[in-house]
């Protein structure tokens, strides 16, 4: 693990093949990429962070936004001297990953979206943040992390060791930083108009049973992108890596081989 600008980053594999970068979701950590990060490393340079707030990076004062989540982004991949990195961002991540190729597509390679969306927050997804807040405010963090990750696994995915655990990370994440990714989240621009013009190959993956992000959003929008194409995850939920490591690892490595 390096600290760049406050940030944790994981890297591993050869620095000469080609690196992916893989931006977690909210409210986990690097770790949710352990499966891929052992699969990958063996063709790729593989590379993640603690989105600021999360994990081991540092929590500063707790104001973020998505665009100073993305500077974070371009600031590893500047540090790390990094060239056409591919992207690879589930949920929050992807929020990330959708706003850093709008403002900046000539820097990647590739993407991979997982389990997201482009639209930003409507009025009462605004609400259910600010209620989360407040929450947070009153009876702490693991009140917060107890009602909002489950909904993130499908129920068949609940009984995996793997779900008690990414649950007790959650249960330790920094208060204020998991305020800070509710802000972040819910002060996002819309991006749905910006993905009619990303002109890098596409691969949308989504767990049949995500309830956040179902099946059919992921569709439509990944629809409207000119090179993208779309896998779904038979009875994954939203945290597709975690839940269906293999079939998700077989669906990305065939989209990877597939990229020049
Ligand atoms: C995530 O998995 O990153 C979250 O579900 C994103 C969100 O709350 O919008």
Known sequence: MQII?????????????????FVHGFPYDHTMWDSQFEFFKKKFRVISYDIRGLGKSETGDGQYTMESYVDDLFKII????????????????????????????????????????????????????????????????IKFVDGFVPNTFAEESKSLEIYRITLDKCRMQNPIGVKGALIAMLSRTDTSEA??????????????????????????????????????IPKAGHMTPLE???LFNKILGEFLDNLN
């Open 195 to 232: 993905i009619k013009n990303f002109n890098l190959p596409v691969l949308s993956i989504c767990g049949e049973k995500d309830a956040l992000t179902p099946p059919d959003v992921m569709r439509e929008f990944t629809n409207k992108i000119p090179n993208a194409k779309f896998a779904e």
């Open 78 to 141: 500047e540090e790390l001297n990094l060239d056409k990195p591919i992207l690879c961002g589930l949920s929050m991540g992807g929020y990330i990953s959708f706003r850093a190729i709008e403002r900046q597509q000539n820097l990647f390679g590739g993407l991979i979206l997982c389990d997201t969306k482009p639209q930003a927050d409507d009025d009462a997804g605004k609400l259910k943040r600010a209620a989360g807040i407040k929450l947070i405010n009153g009876d702490g963090v």
């Open 5 to 21: 600008n406050g940030l944790a980053v994981y890297d591993e594999g050869n620095k000469d093949n080609r690196p992916i970068i």
């Open 244 to 246: 269906a490591p293999d």
